[in-house]
């Protein structure tokens, strides 16, 4: 990663031009062409530094669920939890975590029902209570990941 | 009025856009409308704020951010939303959200996310934190991480119905 790496990552954290040629548009604050840029995102994919190249969606204005929960696991037994956990596809991620709630993972559904119903299949298959942490508020925080 | 199209939209958006010239024309012939017609929908859906963000999606571990730690404090209810507008507004804060308490086991009622690129600097934003919010004597526990089982994003792959019962009311 270079220098004009990190200009793309630090910029095109949010605010991408939607317009006729949003990667021209870019393209000429970042000092760059149309054509360098593409193929820089597309390296940056392909190296997996970026995830993704797109939107993120605000899961609950889609009409979908969306949870924090947290579990209580014994080591011996945390990799037999992890596996029942991840496969379900509402979790969207799961990090292992220093502390008594030692597993924490996001719910993500299609249906907010479904965030309930999850948990709820997590706790008979793997024996151990799931602690269900929703969202009340949020706060607003501006930048995202300087590199 | 809501369509089909915007679910068509959602759906085919969130795989990535199109790294083309011109993205916003390929996403069109996709779903079966005009590249205008999906302009004027993706500001829409930002102005409604269905769409937090729209640019680079980062893994941050590959940034070397390696050190994350999720900081929980029990704060009165009362002050909740002053502190966590004012957690949110540091730099080094990556998220900050006010959750449910699950009394008795867990107290905590805010949450902030703190990258960093080690434990030892992560630690001293935590304090630098706790002073400059003047959070003091306030319970918090920080529970670090480097360990990521899963990460794939939520992904939604028939947001019809949902995408109409929420919007299209």
Redesign the interface.
């Known amino acids: 990663m270079d220098t004009i790496d990190r200009a793309?990552?630090n910029n095109?954290?949010?605010?991408?031009p939607?317009?006729?040629?949003?990667?021209?548009d870019a393209a000429m604050t970042l000092g760059l062409s149309?054509d360098e840029l593409?193929e820089r995102?597309?390296r940056?994919?392909d190296d997996?530094?970026?995830?993704?190249?797109?939107?993120?969606?605000?899961?609950e204005?889609?009409?979908?669920g969306?949870s924090?929960a947290?579990m209580q696991v014994p080591r011996a037994d945390f990799a037999r939890v992890?596996d029942i956990?991840?496969s379900f596809?509402e979790?969207?991620?799961?990090?292992?975590?220093?502390?008594a709630?030692n597993m924490?993972?996001?719910l993500?559904t299609?249906?907010p029902e479904r965030v309930g119903e999850t948990i709820a299949e997590i706790e008979q298959r793997s024996g151990y209570r799931v602690?269900?942490?929703?969202?009340?508020?949020?706060?607003?925080?501006?930048?995202?990941?300087?590199? | 009025m809501r369509s089909e199209h915007e679910a068509r939209l959602i759906e085919a958006l969130q795989r990535g856009l199109p790294l083309v010239p011109r993205p916003y024309a390929a996403l069109a012939a996709r779903v079966g409308l005009t590249e205008t017609g999906v302009i004027e929908l993706i500001q829409s859906l930002q102005n409604e704020a269905v769409i937090k963000r729209f640019g680079v999606i980062v893994r941050h571990h590959e940034l070397g951010y390696c050190a994350n730690a999720m900081v929980v404090w029990n704060v009165p209810d009362r002050q909740v939303t002053e502190l966590g507008t004012r957690i949110a507004r540091l730099d080094y804060v990556t998220l900050c959200y006010r959750r449910a308490r699950s009394l008795p086991q867990w107290p905590y009622n805010l949450y902030c996310m703190i990258h960093g690129r080690d434990r030892m600097r992560v630690r001293e934003r935590i304090s630098e934190l706790i002073d400059t919010c003047g959070l003091q004597g306030v319970p918090h526990e920080v529970l670090f991480s480097c360990r990521r089982f899963k990460q794939r994003g939520a992904r939604y792959s028939s947001v019809v119905p949902a995408f109409k019962r929420v919007v299209g009311a």
């Open positions: 793309i990552i095109l954290q949010g605010g991408f939607v317009s006729e040629r949003p990667f021209a149309e593409l995102i597309e940056l994919l997996g530094t970026l995830t993704r190249f797109g939107p993120m969606y605000h899961a204005r889609l009409g979908g969306l924090l947290a992890a956990v991840n596809p979790v969207a991620h799961n990090y292992a975590r220093d502390h709630f924490w993972f996001v993500a299609e249906e602690y269900n942490m929703p969202k009340l508020d949020e706060y607003f925080v501006g930048l995202r990941f300087a590199v």
